[in-house]
């Protein structure tokens, strides 16, 4: 039995591991849903051809907000401008660069209140896919459990186990709530 039991309790781990990875891509991927402020997290993720090879942004210049509407990005190396407008133009940000030979520096608009509620549909959609991967993980575990209640570990256990991981799954899913809560109010604050 205690075997059984260490089994559920390493896969259990291992499920709790996938949450907390659900979680940062959904802070990950918040943090590139602009709220009408400067903010460097918007280019996070941003590849830029450095001598032929995709290099992130912030490994070819450093990356600054002079003010709430402006992002500042100096390159290391001055050939680099160009690489940065065409990075910036693909990843079709909505932004247009501004290259004055020195510095690439992205002026943010600001938001209509029908491109607000775009936003917050857009977190919302993101927050409903880490639900739903959180809840294929909570499902996984489940059968898991069930498996080895018909190998023979005791079904009071299994069930205890099944009500440790539902408690889980709510306290994630309330913190996903409260991110997009975050998220939302960010957006819609002129």
Do not use: C
């Amino acid at each position: 039995m205690s075997l059984l039991l260490e089994e559920i309790d390493e896969h259990f781990t291992q499920t709790v591991e996938h949450f907390d990875k659900a979680m940062e891509h959904l802070a990950f991927e918040l943090n590139k849903i602009r709220a009408g402020k400067a903010s460097p997290a918007m280019l996070d993720g941003l590849m830029v051809e450095y001598y032929g090879s995709p290099t992130p942004l912030t490994q070819v210049a450093n990356i600054s907000t002079p003010d709430a509407r402006t992002i500042s990005i100096q390159p290391w190396e001055k050939k680099m401008l160009g690489a940065i407008e065409k990075a910036i133009f693909e990843a079709n940000m909505g932004i247009t660069p501004m290259n004055d030979g020195e510095v690439v520096r992205l002026t943010i608009p600001q938001m209509s209140e029908e491109r607000r509620q775009m936003m917050v549909k857009q977190a919302k959609h993101a927050a409903e896919e880490s639900r739903v991967g959180i809840r294929a993980h909570r499902h996984k575990m489940m059968d898991f459990i069930k498996k080895k209640v018909k190998e023979g570990f005791p079904e009071d256990l299994g069930k205890r186990k099944e009500e440790e991981v539902q408690k889980t799954i709510d306290s994630y899913m309330t913190k996903i709530e409260k991110m997009i809560e975050v998220k939302e109010k960010d957006i819609m604050t002129v």
